[in-house]
């Protein structure tokens, strides 16, 4: 264990490392195979790496090795305190969930039934949209449609 | 004014009026041109209908017209209380935000810079992505990246 | 839809003539040929029922039948507005949740490697468990384990 | 005392010689002779050891010996702040106490009239329980009955 | 159930009712045998009535039978909605509590070791207490020691 | 001053300085000629002693008199931050005054007018209470009783 | 009782009634022979009034003698909810308390030692204070030091 | 800047600093010139001093003058966190906001018409009442009315 | 009084009225010869008319005379509850003031010393200003500075 | 890195170093080409300067070169924890808009149709404006008007 206490300490030695090394999150990604979004959580302490991924995430960061036991256990996760987030960009999602969610609840209720879409069988994906009007952000969020048991 | 004192009762009676007229959300949208996601929004209060599109609304479901000027006008937006949602459903996607937020920041600001996804130049396609190991919920989400001005 | 204007005034509506009809949860369930369990939250406004089965509660409790829309279409649900609550017998439930929980994140993570127990593919069963130095109450929870995705 | 000052102190360093040592909360229990529930819940500082089980678990763990009397007080108890959880593992117990609660209640009620199941007469045992669509995890929570006293 | 929707609007009737039939509390407690503290928090909707006891509440104030389901079913308890209270004279025992509270879990804990006070099987006695320099109210808590189950 | 810098650095030795001493709470209080439950309340940093009491503190627990000056000056007191607590025997009581707190308000106005119960002219008293069916915490408060001025 | 279900109908009534006779809240103290600063507050249903006071403000303000039974019960005090005021003039008083308090609470610990000024043994005299450059709000504040009981 | 690295560093040297000089609060005011609540608050980190104040202020104190540049610069101010304070000295004053605020409202509107009593432009004086009855706490704010801008 | 019972009905039957009259909010304020910034925040309820400016509302609008009294006393103030609003146009304006203020701090103490900018004597304007990429929203604030009193 | 864990440790570098060097905010600025305001906000952990600004800054104030990275990522912005603040002149801001928010959206409403101000492509400008009666804050916010997509 040496020199980290907590998966917080190893997280700020990633961000850290990740700016020493010069390579972007997709970068770091693309050595270990994965998606970009799931690399950069995973590395900001809300996802477990594997063994393999974890030795390989060290290698890429020079990382000391004692951050791998951090690293393949599942963390505690979430970052907002049961708030909804400060940082500008982050709000902006907040919004559109408090906009639109009455929306969402009854179009996914109206397709599937009673139901949630999975936060955990889940992907995203982010790219760069070009647009004549100014590039967008566009962002494919997949669930696996969860239906409530009956019983 | 007549029957409605204020914008909430308009959304109500567009509730019950729409389950009388036996029509899902995506027919009334379709009647309208529209999308089913934007409509959606619209029917419960969170965005503004143009006067043509609100004497569509009126007569698609039979709405008194009394309804109308508050279709017309900008609404107080907003459903969360400054709060996390408590329904399951809506609340995966505040647990999205809360465990992807700190990644989603890192990469927008790694291919675009310091800004935001817009929330107002946006808009959202929800499908049903058919899939055998269970069907997913995909959402599209689609918002103009805004730079801070630097002045 | 005449004399209800919203699930809620359904809930009052069941919860009223339930007593009024000298039924038990669990007899009105039995009828359903479901779990009281799951029965008793449906009824109270946090599950949908099947158009069949909306039909057998109004017939079992002589319910107006315009409240069978409202309990065919999915709910919003939750009930604590984010707190803990604060009625004692749910509040010793959040309590464990908060003395134990910790210790179930880390014994579900040994056994299963990071995810969660899914709050949707999930039952419960409540029952007295009899015991000379005082009945116990014996809730046995099962739910999915879902594996976080890798991806 | 020496080299710790509280009981928070204790606790990381218990949970890092668990990893150092190389055994699972359950072989930890099982070498204390208890259920891997109580005794993790007591590590991560929310239950009391005897003078006889600190010993051992300081024997068990290679922990200083200093650990003991912090380990044989009653801590204060309850970890989070008195919110619901953020980590999606523990939320989805605070949800279904949200979605499932006013049953849970009602239940208790016709079945045992006016009180609570304790959470301190309380055990609890967390299995996996094999299951073809995915293996699942069983939670059995066994609290006595306490009605309320009249006086 | 005729003229009451739910036990907020029985206990509303009981307060008027009391001091239209110009007894105190301590009459109407007397009149049941049983004891002011607890017949009060019963009328104000935070205990049980059995059938006898409403029966005889009934009687004293004089109110109509359709309150007696509602007096006869566990409510929904607890008042400050996970806040400390405003009033003056119930936060004083909210400060009382964030003085002392920790200096009763010490002795508490030197006592009995780990466990509670139970505020189940609890009962309370409030008094006038005379004194030359201005009387004082004195209240004897007594609740059960419920230790911690080790398991 | 030299090795505190604040009163909670002067409670933290005191509390690792009693252990340490092998004394109880009342041994400590008994030493001061004092009540176990003021003394403990003022160790944990809640009260002011006088200059004699805090040199026999500093005695009994060996404690550096560098403490003197801070154990003789009114701390910011209250331990709760505006919420209840968690601990669950320290909830027990938030909750006795949520579930009683209306009736208690009911009968001092009957028995006093209007007015409180002081928390500061207030002395508590607890003690081990022998029950066959189980001990009992018994726990009496003295508070004067000050009414409203009127002017 | 009548035509009042609860004290805040009778606020209401009176601040309505104050209106309608055309009369200051300094005349209607004067007419009972009280100050303004207590009068207005107990209309406002925040203190008690004696049975001869309630029938003079009846008589003052012409409102139902229903009203009276209201007015000479202890109210549930308190307007805030456990926040800051919104309101703009009231706000300043918190910041007020925020800016200066620990130097009030340093004051009052310097002249006094470990106590309270009490907000019961208390009354406020509001006057304009004349001023060239600005009328002044003069606001006196007195309250009865209460010391910590020592026991 | 050298041994401070912050304001509330400086406000700790402070606090302890007095102590050691064996000086009241009182009497650091005088020796300035000014009153002891406004040098008592600005000691506390909560105003701002002038060049000349602060280097009389280092004197008296024996403070390093590496203090002065965060004295004369204006603080972050407040002290509460947006919540009611939890020390029983300070919460009185919240409560007599929140019983007597909206009379106080009222009073102002009545005598000065629509503004605030301005806490800028503010100054308060607290003094020892002697009173046979038991000394009180008297004090005085004075405010200059601020009528709103009508545009 | 007759058809009002408080000054949240004569708001909602302004807003009513306005719509029914077919004015802009800037018509309004310009037959009352006074700013559409005031003018629109006082109809909805944060200002004060005085007599003559209530009568020539009443006039314009068509409002019931009983609305009167309502209009020229001072009203009760703020509209978010204590929390950032949830209107996304509202919210932006938060956002601006989390981001940017304590910048402005910094700039006003670097100009004016320490105080603050008056919200009182305060004033705003709020324009379109042409813009070929886009016509902006341009607001200018203007509130006297107002300096920390030193006393 | 050396030196620096984090942005905020960078911040706190920044404070001194202005103090250290006697320059202004607005001379900071000026040396950077840049407004007063977007530089100190900049400076305070807003906003991202690019690598010549930061270059630059780390020139104009002496700093440490390893502030430079930290100066060009952007950072996670907001102040104020989803609270109002608490600091008098910042508090003064959230007033404003809780006041006069309501009206700044009907106005926008009547002169754009549905949107919001941009936060984003936003600028502001604070000035002195002298005034007999008391200079002035003047504040010109400017952000272009985003409407509200429709699809």
């Known amino acids: 264990m040496g020199m980290f206490r907590n998966r917080d300490e190893v997280t ?7 700016i020493h090394a010069g390579l972007s999150w997709a970068e770091v990604a693309s050595r270990l195979g994965l998606s970009k979004e799931w690399v950069t959580a995973a590395c900001l302490g809300q996802m477990t790496f594997s063994a393999e991924q974890a030795d390989a995430l060290c290698g890429i960061l020079q990382l000391d090795p004692a951050a791998k036991p951090f690293l393949t256990r599942p963390p505690m996760k979430g970052t ?13 999602f907040y919004e559109m969930l408090s906009v639109y969610g009455p929306a969402i609840k009854e179009l996914i209720a109206e397709e599937f039934g009673d139901g949630i879409m999975s936060a955990i069988d889940f992907s995203m994906d982010l790219q760069r949209e070009p647009d004549p009007k100014g590039d967008r952000v566009r962002i494919l969020l997949s669930g696996k449609f969860l239906p409530y048991k009956v019983f």
């Not at 700020?12 to 990740?18: F, G, K, M, N, S």
């Not at 907002?80 to 902006?92: A, E, S």
């Open 12 to 18: 700020e030695a990633i961000v850290l490392a990740r």
């Open 80 to 92: 907002f305190n049961g708030r909804p987030p400060d940082d500008p960009l982050l709000y902006r």
